[in-house]
């Protein structure tokens, strides 16, 4: 497993070199996402703001930000559970043209298609240590903050090797998490026996 | 007579304590993961986790931008008087919520439910919410706990009814398959402090295995034997299982397991989980009848636990 400081602009390159299990940090800017964007933007059929079309890292998350009249303040920052926006990942990737998807939970097989064809990764916190990554967080500005309210409005970020996170799915279509489950599952057969559940136990059916 | 002034302080200091502050207990068990952690990334993530939580108290802001549903859990004295009577409650804990958003300390995250209408506040119909037991005793106490999202919706609460004839068996595969659907890929940012609850109608488990999550202390023990035996075993079990912190695999998948229990109908056995997150946040303040306020590591939600 090797540690990679992506600076973007990424090259193709250097996304497809990447393999489930790397460490990277990031630098350079992104935006924020949670359903509410990608309802107004899939659903509702409202043009993301051009501002944000070359901007290829998308970050699931919600943040508390305290709005001032001359600047924001970032108090908290966690990426969050991207499975909840699997109905959006697959265009997300290909129409915003993601490189670049930071989240928690993984996401899945459609999403997962989309990131292998249009050759983008998957990157998962190890941690929940909000207070070391503030640092490498500079908010730029935000769109449809009235609309969306600060923990959905779209915001736009510098980051300075923000990380380390995990490479969780890469552009082969590997999954960290699924490799992860065969063990668990593995072993989890030896812990019915610990307990005494037979293998072949099945519940009594009650409705 | 206690002043609602008072009280109001009290839920004020709850909430920053339940949101940017980790309990000793929560603490000590993190470290001893750590400690005992092989897994690189599983003893990594543990590390800044838990330096994360230091700056948290240090610096007072949330330990986790999820700062949760807002929950509120009083103990009220049977002989304490509130200024004004406990209607009162509502509207205080309201307020508190309100202002504590305003500043930071909680995240703006209540929304209506069919809408997603965001008050802006986290106050709407039915939240805060809030639990009441009533105790011996001239003094209130409250305590918030910040039940976040992860660890709620993606499968970190559960439910099902087990039949008699299935019995321990049956209760145990339960929690050990559902324990591990919702730690896969970190969902519920394991290791969690795993309540459950076992008996009673669906909404009595359910809520004793989120009291036994959020408000019992690490290292507690149920004081009947069957149950604590229970919750060792479990304990034990599910560190076999090899999940990690956020599921990156290692030694220690749940830093403990809290069972509560109900009897229950012959019927059947209603048995729920609840998770707490390992950045778990609890926070516990006390107002005498003399309106002194006293900050508490130990809701004793449970009578002794």
């Known amino acids: 497993m090797a540690i990679y400081d992506l600076k973007a ?17 990031l630098t350079g800017e992104a935006f924020t996402c949670r359903s509410k964007l990608q309802r107004t933007v899939f659903d509702e059929n409202k043009k993301l703001p051009d501002r944000y079309r070359p901007i290829r890292t998308l970050i699931h998350t919600g943040p508390i930000v305290n709005v ?20 959006w990942g697959a265009r997300s990737v290909r129409e915003w043209n993601l490189q670049v998807i930071v989240g928690k939970t993984t996401m899945g097989p459609d999403t997962m298609a989309a990131m292998k064809a249009y050759h983008c990764v998957h990157l998962s916190p190890q941690s929940v240590s909000p207070n070391l990554w503030l640092d490498s967080i500079r908010i730029l500005g935000v769109n449809w903050f009235d609309e969306m309210g600060s ?32 063990h668990v599952q593995e072993n989890k057969l030896n812990v019915y026996k610990s307990l005494g559940i037979p293998e072949d136990f099945k519940p009594t059916k009650l409705h | 007579m206690i002043q609602q002034s008072t009280l109001r302080q009290a839920i004020d200091q709850a909430i920053v304590r339940g949101a940017t502050w980790i309990s000793e207990d929560v603490l000590a068990a993190l470290e001893k993961a750590q400690s005992i952690e092989t897994n690189p990334s ?24 999820d700062t949760g549903w807002p929950l509120f859990f009083f103990k009220i004295g049977n002989e304490a008087l509130l200024e004004g ?6 509207t205080l804990t309201q307020e508190a919520v309100a202002a504590a958003t305003a500043r930071g300390i909680l ?11 965001d008050p802006g506040n986290n106050i709407g119909e039915n939240i805060p919410w809030i639990t009441t037991q009533f105790v011996p005793g001239d003094e209130i106490q409250v305590t918030y706990a910040a039940k976040g999202g992860g660890s709620e919706v993606f499968g970190g609460a559960q439910s099902r009814m087990v039949a008699f004839a299935d019995g321990l068996t049956g209760i145990r595969k339960f929690i050990i398959d559902a324990y591990t659907a919702a730690t896969r890929a970190g ?24 009291e036994a999550a959020c408000l019992r202390l690490i290292g507690s023990r149920h004081p009947e034997a069957a149950f604590h035996e229970l ?27 809290h069972v509560e229990y109900a009897y229950t109908h012959i019927a059947g056995i209603s048995v729920s989980i609840s998770s707490n997150c390992f950045v778990a946040r609890r926070g516990t303040c006390c107002v005498h009848a003399d309106n002194t306020l006293e900050v508490r590591e130990n809701p004793n939600w449970f009578g002794g636990r």
Request: aromatic share 6%; with cysteine; net charge negative.
């Open chain 1, 151 to 182: 923990i959905e409005a779209p915001w736009l970020l510098e980051l300075n090797r923000l990380g380390p996170f995990v490479v969780d799915i890469d552009t082969e279509g590997n999954n960290l998490f699924d490799e992860m489950d065969l």
């Open chain 2, 42 to 65: 599983s003893k990594k993530g543990l590390d800044q986790t838990i330096r994360s939580l230091y700056l948290s108290r240090d610096r007072q802001v949330p330990a986790c931008p």
């Open chain 2, 85 to 90: 009577g406990l209607t009162a409650l509502k």
């Open chain 2, 231 to 257: 919750e060792v075993t479990l304990k034990d079990a599910i560190n076999q299982l090899g999940i990690g912190t956020m599921g990156a695999g290692g030694k220690t998948s749940v830093l403990a397991v």
């Open chain 2, 107 to 117: 995240r703006r995250t209540m929304k209506h439910p069919l809408t997603g209408y």
């Open chain 1, 9 to 25: 602009p990424f090259r193709d390159e250097d996304i497809c070199a990447l393999r489930i299990g790397d460490q990277v940090t």
């Open chain 2, 187 to 210: 969902a519920i940012c394991p290791p969690s402090i795993l309540g459950v609850g076992i008996g009673g109608t669906a909404n009595i488990s359910a809520d004793l295995a989120k």
């Open chain 1, 68 to 87: 001032y009249q001359d600047r924001y303040e970032l108090v908290s920052f966690m990426p969050t559970s991207s499975v909840r926006f699997e109905k």
